[in-house]
């Protein structure tokens, strides 16, 4: 069977693969499938699971928040912020949905603390603005 080269993009670096004989995704229109020769393609990857297979007939699973698919000249290229990669699909869930959990934590605390900063800074104009008015004589 034909193949085609896969590199998986994010945030910590890439892998590469040269020889994958099939890819299955899903974007917001349902799952798909990717063989060797297939026609260019651009698709927005949803959450959850993507697989391939590679030349030894070995299903790899990715799990994923989104990303970007990107197919042309028999070279798949998968970009996502974070992906996880394994042969056991449960595991790799369990990690992104803990990632993506951690990830909400911290832009919740983040956000409180922005408030925090932003209502300090509020109080402080609002002081600094009383006392400049109290010194002004018309």
Same mark, same amino acid.
């Given at each position: 069977?034909?193949? +085609?080269?896969?590199?998986l993009l994010d945030s910590r670096g890439a892998e590469h693969f040269? $020889?994958? $004989?099939? +890819? =299955?995704?899903?974007?917001?229109d349902g799952s798909f499938g990717i063989l060797a020769g297939h026609i260019h393609c651009v698709a927005?990857?949803?959450?959850?699971?993507?697989? +391939?297979?590679?030349q030894a007939d070995v299903?790899?699973?990715?799990?994923l928040p989104s990303g970007v698919l990107r197919f042309a000249d028999n070279q798949l290229t998968v970009t996502t912020v974070r992906y996880f990669l394994g042969k056991d699909r449960d595991s790799i869930c369990e990690r992104l949905a803990a990632e993506m959990a951690q990830a909400d934590s911290e832009v919740h605390t983040a956000r409180a603390t922005l408030s925090e900063i932003e209502h300090s800074l509020v109080r402080r104009l609002a002081e600094l603005s009383s006392r400049g008015?109290?010194? =002004?004589?018309p």
């Open positions: 069977m034909n193949g +085609f080269a896969l590199t040269d $020889t994958v $004989t099939q +890819f =299955i995704g899903a974007d917001a927005l990857l949803r959450y959850g699971l993507a697989r +391939f297979c590679d299903w790899h699973y990715l799990a008015s109290a010194g =002004i004589v």
